[in-house]
């Protein structure tokens, strides 16, 4: 009896050792999501020697194209990535979707619904329930399942998960997070300038008097829905201009900040009152442009503040603000990289890349924090720099470009490269700290090109015959299909590649039947697109057109968009197709820094995949990821996965 | 007052703050139980409570008697009001000492020291009268700081600002010129308990009761005050944060309850 007590304390100790330190049998994965790595780069360099981690990680393993998602746009790809779906099965067909019965836009990955009941005493409506956020991403996502299998994970800011699904998982959420607004971002921009626009893409702009140094404005913070009409909640905003030197003193309430001219502050906590005894809480970062002559203040996005959060950004709840007192404040906002800011020339280059610096030194810093506890299990973190630098910087890097300049060429030009060598930095830092043993995937959701030329798909479509005016002699429709005439439309495009059919008993005003008619459009429509020419290159516009039903299965299938229209590089669908315009012109310049793209054909734009396994499948796609994800736990992928593991597991001995 | 704190506090000062707190919480509550004790009628203290208790049996037992429970009712408020006033010369002598420990604990706990590579500004006023633009004030730092701005004059308020960073820990200096004096001022780099003294003014009986041990600005100097933003400190204990006023307020009553047991205090 002895005996058998002492040999089952020993057990007991070696199981506690064997756990505390975490057991070095368990599996370790690192997975880096590095948004819009191309291929194409990605080997010159590595021919060049300048990306040694890389190289190294290739050696070991695998370097090969990853087959991206149709379309190839990031909340899509990411969501392949999460579920191992395709769109129709995780229902994310695009940045934004419509609803049918409206023909108008909505955010594709998440909807806010405000408290369905409120009481209204004076002026104040009092919510008698909860209002609700909910990710519209439908599947499990793998670390959910991984959760199931009680295996320890981190989810570091992927896309298409806000609010973060899961539990258990270490999360904050990423691309798709709104900012205090409930919008994708809006940076505001102070000046004396007596600029004629105030509405701007991305922006707004606040034309304010300086009157003996002061200038006195406010800051417009979130619609207050507990008033009635929710008029925006504000704060007072004074700067203080030095007579002589380049330098300002900005105060809001009771928080004060010294500027120098060029120069970013700190992250400001701004509180608006919502009523008494309750606030919203945001953060954002200062940018005094200029003093004189024209006094010019730049003002970050207002950020959801991860020390306390307005909105679900983590799981669980309380770790944006472990994160935070670990990091300091950091940006919550899904895209962070403030590229309408350079877009609209609120910003220049090196501003940017001085603000694109800040989200890249914090993700280091999350990744690093959670590195240092990662004893087993999954470390997932995902790095955006990449993606908007070279929607920025293209133009640096292609002559061809109508927005390059070799003078700034000459600059910038070596600027994508020069974060690509940042990226391979982090790799062989993330390397050495999860040790041999470790697995290692790093992998893109797309690759990258030129985005010279806008198409104006709806304007084709007018054209052609199949989507009328209500008002011909304009000629033109604004957003939303304002001037659309649906008793004579066929087909109207929303999105950046989307295209719908008027169908009977789908769309509210639809003309065209399910069944052959719609299958005969379908077709001609793709023919016909797919000959598109553009008369000032003579380069075919359009590389190729996919049928939802060819591309997508799943439960999401209806939701889908009929056709996706992949574009050839160079050409991408312009802005104002994917908010429903009709344009005068049909193919024109892209006269803006926005100047590298994705959103075109799947078969232009691969992503890459490093592993520091060799993979069985040859021809990879992102959907495989999941089920590889999953197979290194030992867990099987579920069956409404369509990917599957790209590891040999047999071969490999697990 | 400062120094003897000071030499109080001098075994908590290198460690955290909740020490200290704790510490001087206990004492408080304890000293002031002691002279609650020793300056009230603890005798007729314990026959109005007793007074109390009867009439709440009394309340209890009657129940049924509407104009019983009313009398009782009536009899307990008019108990309390003698329990307040017996309370009444132990709170004013308790009064005193209780100012002059919130005045030194608002001194150590409600800032904490700027850490390496962080920004404060220097707010500087001028007396009524004197222009900015023609009477300039400047500014240089110690070593371990550097001023990170130039000056913003703000003449409409009598107000000039700087920013300044710190490079090393420790307790620097700026110097404030104003073409004829130079004023020293410390600026705390430092994660110690100590005295922080974020404002200075010119000598006062206000001054030097509630911001003892603060360095004065001469008379005939052209600055009426100067302050240093440090940022706020916190109280982190697990479950809430609460500022050291209110740390202080319930751990301090939470001993003397317990104390009261102690001591055998009505």
């Known amino acids: ?654 | 007052m400062t120094g003897f704190f000071s030499l109080l506090l001098k075994p908590f000062e290198n460690g955290h703050a909740h020490a200290g707190m704790l510490f001087i919480s206990l004492l408080t509550g304890a000293v002031m139980l002691f002279l609650f004790k020793l300056t009230s009628n603890q005798e007729a203290m314990k026959q109005v409570k007793n007074k109390i208790s009867a009439y709440f049996l009394e309340m209890r037992l009657y129940k049924d008697d509407i104009s019983t429970v009313m009398a009782s009712q009536r009899r307990i408020l008019r108990a309390n009001m003698q329990y307040m006033k017996l309370a009444v010369i132990p709170a004013v002598v308790m009064i005193v000492p209780v100012v002059l420990i919130l005045i030194q604990l608002d001194l150590r706990y409600s800032h904490m020291g700027l850490g390496v590579g962080s920004t404060a500004i220097v707010k500087a006023h001028v007396a009524e009268g004197v222009d900015l633009m023609t009477h300039p004030i400047h500014l240089r730092a110690s070593e371990g700081i550097e001023k990170a701005s130039p000056a913003v004059r703000i003449p409409a308020l009598g107000e000039v600002d700087w920013k300044i960073r710190v490079t090393k820990p420790g307790v620097h200096e700026v110097i404030l010129a104003d073409g004829t004096d130079e004023i020293n001022l410390p600026i705390f780099a430092t994660t110690r308990s100590i005295p922080i003294y974020s404002k200075f003014a010119k000598g006062s009986l206000f001054e030097s009761i509630f911001n003892p041990g603060a360095p004065r600005l001469p008379v005939e100097s052209v600055l009426s005050s100067v302050e240093i933003s440090y940022p706020e400190m916190s109280f982190n204990w697990r479950v809430i944060h609460l500022s050291w006023f209110w740390s202080f307020l319930i751990i301090s009553m939470a001993f003397g309850v317990i104390l009261k047991f102690v001591f055998k205090v009505e």
Not at chain 1, 52 to 65: D, V, Y
């Open chain 1, 1 to 654: 009896m002895r005996r058998v007590l002492i040999l089952a304390v020993m057990l007991a100790l070696v199981a506690l050792v064997v756990n505390s330190t975490g057991g070095d049998n368990k599996p370790k994965l690192l997975v880096l999501g590095f948004d819009g790595m191309d291929p194409r780069i990605t080997r010159s360099l590595m021919a060049e020697g300048r990306l040694p981690n890389f190289q190294r990680l290739a050696q070991k393993g695998t370097f090969t194209e990853l087959e991206t998602s149709v379309p190839p746009q990031s909340p899509v790809a990411w969501s392949n990535f999460i579920t191992g779906m395709n769109p129709g099965g995780h229902g994310i067909f695009d940045f934004i979707a419509r609803d049918p019965k409206t023909y108008l836009p909505y955010l594709s990955t998440t909807v806010t619904e405000d408290a369905k009941r409120k009481l209204k005493i004076g002026k104040w409506l009092i919510p008698l329930s909860k209002g609700k956020v909910k990710l519209l991403r439908h599947g499990k996502s793998f670390w959910e399942i991984l959760e199931d299998h009680d295996i320890p994970t981190v989810v570091l800011r992927v896309p298409s998960n806000f609010p973060p699904s899961g539990k258990t998982t270490r999360s904050i959420s990423g691309m798709g997070t709104p900012d205090i607004l409930g919008t994708y971002g809006t940076f505001s921009f102070y000046t004396t300038k007596p600029y004629v626009i105030t509405e701007e893409t991305g922006g707004r702009i606040y034309i304010v008097d300086s009157f003996n140094n002061k200038v006195e404005t406010k800051i417009v913070g979130p619609p207050n829905t507990f008033l009635e009409g929710n008029p925006d909640a504000e704060l007072p905003l004074t700067i203080y201009l030095d007579p002589d030197f380049p330098v300002a003193k900005i105060v809001i309430e009771d928080t004060e900040l010294i500027l120098n001219e060029k120069e970013w502050s700190d992250w400001v906590t701004l509180r608006f009152k919502m009523m008494p005894f309750a606030s919203v809480q945001g953060i954002v970062r200062f940018y005094l442009k200029s003093v004189r002559p024209d006094f010019e203040l730049y003002m970050s996005p207002i950020q959801i503040d991860p020390r306390a959060p307005a909105l679900p950004i983590s799981t669980p709840a309380d770790y944006s603000k472990e994160l935070a007192k670990a990091i300091g404040p950091f940006y919550t906002q899904g895209i962070a990289e403030e590229t309408w800011a350079l877009n609209e020339g609120r910003l220049n280059e090196d501003e940017f890349l001085r603000q694109i610096e800040f989200v890249f030194d914090q993700t280091k810093k999350m990744l690093d924090y959670e590195l240092d506890r990662f004893d087993w299990g999954l470390l997932y973190c995902y790095f955006s720099t990449s993606d908007p630098l070279q929607h920025m910087f293209w133009r640096f890097r292609d002559p061809q470009h109508p927005m390059y300049e070799p003078q700034l060429a000459e600059r910038y030009g070596e600027t994508i490269e020069y974060y690509y060598t940042r990226l391979d930095s982090v790799l062989g830092h993330a390397m050495d700290r999860v040790g041999p043993d470790a697995t290692v995937i790093v992998l893109s959701d797309h690759g990258f090109t030129s985005y010279r030329r806008n198409f104006h798909l709806n304007t084709w479509l007018y054209r052609n015959g199949y989507l009328a005016l209500r008002d011909e002699f304009r000629q033109e429709s604004d957003e939303f299909f304002e001037n659309v005439d649906w008793s004579g439309t066929k087909a109207y495009a929303l999105g950046i590649n989307c295209l719908y059919i008027n169908q009977i008993g789908r769309e509210a005003e639809g003309i065209v039947s399910p069944g052959p008619e719609k299958e005969h459009l379908l077709d001609e429509l793709r023919r016909k697109l797919m000959a598109v020419v553009d008369p000032e290159t003579g380069e075919h516009v359009i590389a190729q057109v996919y049928k939802a039903e060819d591309w997508y299965s799943g439960e999401c299938v209806d939701e889908a968009p009929d056709l996706v229209v992949g574009y050839n590089a160079g050409y991408r669908g312009s802005w104002e197709t994917a908010l429903g315009k009709v344009t005068r012109t049909l193919i024109t310049d892209n006269n803006k820094a926005w100047s590298g793209d994705h959103c075109m054909a799947k078969e232009v734009i691969p992503g890459v995949l490093f592993a520091s396994k060799p993979i069985a499948n040859p021809q990879p796609a992102l959907y495989d990821l999941a089920p590889t994800i999953l197979g290194e736990f030992g867990i099987s992928a579920t069956p409404e996965m369509v990917g599957s593991d790209l590891f040999d597991r047999i071969a490999q001995g697990r």
